[in-house]
């Protein structure tokens, strides 16, 4: 074969095994984070230079396109500087474009218009600016190729080192998001369960049970006090049971005498009306008893008939006790004060702003602002008026507190679940990190964890919509993401164009 033909079909097989190299990369999604490859159709090869505007100049042949990102004051874009020589070139004397190709997405391809002394790419060069470029120029007949990588927010993480970082990967995807109202409030005590407690007869305090804090049974000794009034009820009873008991036998007696035809009628109906009478004089005296939670029939266990106790009418606890020892108290004086804690209320504050999102009913996760204690309840009432003083309104949530975790005066924040929000992308919060000014997740690409910015949207405090910047079906790092960013700055990863 004449030598004049191998040359040409040398450096067709040159460039072949060259350009299929570097597609085989692009396709990998692997670069080289050091090497920028020139690559020209007619087989020249480059290693890459600076251009008089500070981009990446590649020459064939004396022909030669510095390529650039420019961002000062507009969104990145690409711009192309051609030459002849040490010549600049008219834009419009070239047919150019780019495909873009980057971790986990499409090859994205820019087309060129002329603008001033430059061709302009027509779309905007997104950030992160880390891809693999490939460069195709029509200048004369010829089309020129030529090729780069550039790596920007990217580091390479083992499994093991995943593994051992803590990191959790996550899918994004769709999700229900559920935003809360956050509203401030306080723990009180439910006030349908608050029972004051009297002692119903005057007295002097004997003795004191019982004291502010301590929880109480139903039924326990509260106080004991000596009455002389209870002596007298109590007497009054016996009394009247000794009465009746008496007049029970006397009308036996002369009932039997008047059936045996002994005495006259009259006796016997005379000893009838004493006996309803003695009996209904013990009911009465019975009755007064038990208004003061006296039990009549064990009067005959007591060794003091002055001594009264007094007795927890619920099972709580004391929040207020007002009687010592040897005190005087009056029957309608307020000694003791018993609150059921088995529930307890979340007072909310309601701003006006926010009094048509709120409802009876409505679900809500309270979570102590002071503790990790956290409950959840629903919405029982809302009050119709605004305070004059404070332009707030109020409402309360009703908490269950059988295991006595909520304390009364506890300030809380309570999040009520306004409404349901069906997303098509979203991520959890705890993955979001902050790198230069943007918020980012990591995407998992291989063995790569690549900064992803985005654009964020509704949040329910859990997971974020993904306005843009991240794909359904998109791995990324969640827990420990923080661990990525420690690293890719260790790393020394620049903002380089």
């Known amino acids: 074969m004449d030598k004049t033909n191998l040359k040409p079909i040398i450096v067709v097989i040159v460039f072949g095994v060259i350009l299929g190299g570097l597609i085989l990369s692009w396709d990998n999604t692997v670069s080289n984070e050091n090497d920028a490859v020139s690559v020209a159709i007619d087989g020249g090869l480059d290693e890459e230079k600076k251009g008089p505007k500070g981009g990446k100049l590649f020459t064939t042949d004396g022909f030669s396109v510095e390529v650039t990102i420019y961002e000062k004051g507009v969104p990145p874009q690409f711009r192309l500087y051609l030459y002849e020589g040490d010549k600049p070139l008219s834009p419009t004397a070239v047919k150019a474009s780019i495909t873009l190709s980057r971790l986990g ?38 089309t020129f ?23 959790e990967i996550k899918t994004a995807g769709p999700e229900t998001l559920r935003p809360a109202l956050q509203l401030p409030g306080v723990v009180t005590f439910n006030h349908h369960n608050i029972v004051r407690v009297v002692p119903r007869v005057p007295g002097i305090v004997i003795n004191v049970e019982r004291h ?25 009873y016996l009394a009247a049971r000794k009465r009746l008991a008496l007049a029970r036998v006397t009308f036996e007696r002369e009932k039997q005498l008047w059936e045996e035809k002994i005495t006259a009628k009259q006796e016997y109906l005379t000893a009838e009306q004493l006996s309803s009478e003695a009996e209904i004089t013990l009911e009465l005296a019975s009755a007064k008893l038990r208004s003061l939670d006296e039990q009549p029939e064990m009067l005959n266990q007591l060794k003091n008939l002055t001594y009264y106790e007094i007795r927890a009418p619920i099972s709580g606890l004391v929040i207020t006790k007002t009687i010592a020892r040897g005190e005087v108290i009056k029957e309608d004086a307020e000694i003791f004060t018993l609150a059921d804690v088995s529930t307890m209320y979340a007072a909310l504050t309601v701003y006006p702003k926010d009094l048509n999102v709120i409802k009876i009913g409505q679900a ?34 009703t908490l269950d507190n059988a295991g006595g975790q909520w304390r009364a005066g506890a300030f809380i924040n309570a999040a009520l679940i306004a409404e349901e929000i069906q997303v098509p992308v979203a991520v959890a919060i705890d993955a979001l990190q902050t790198l230069r000014d943007w918020t980012v997740v990591f995407g998992r690409y291989g063995k790569y964890f690549e900064a992803r910015p985005l654009e964020l949207g509704r949040s329910d405090g859990h997971r974020v919509e993904v306005l843009h910047g991240l794909s359904a079906g998109e791995h990324y790092a969640a827990g420990n993401s923080f661990a990525i960013k420690a690293e890719l700055g260790k790393s020394g990863a620049t903002h380089d164009h």
């Open 105 to 142: 997405a499409p090859a994205q391809l820019f087309r060129f218009k002329a603008e001033g002394d430059y061709l302009l790419g027509d779309q905007v060069v997104a950030e992160p600016h880390s891809f693999d470029v490939a460069i195709a120029v029509e200048w004369r007949g010829k």
């Open 145 to 167: 190729h030529w090729g780069y990588s550039q790596i920007e927010a990217r580091i390479e993480m083992s499994d093991e080192t995943l593994e051992s970082s803590g990191i």
């Open 212 to 236: 502010l804090g301590q929880q109480v049974e139903k039924g326990e000794v509260l106080a004991v006090i000596e009455s002389q009034i209870i002596a007298d009820l109590r007497s009054q």
């Open 364 to 397: 809500a996760v309270i979570k102590a602002t002071a503790s990790d204690t956290e409950g959840e309840g629903t919405v029982s009432y809302i009050s119709a008026l605004i305070d004059q003083q404070t332009r707030t309104a109020s409402a309360r949530v």
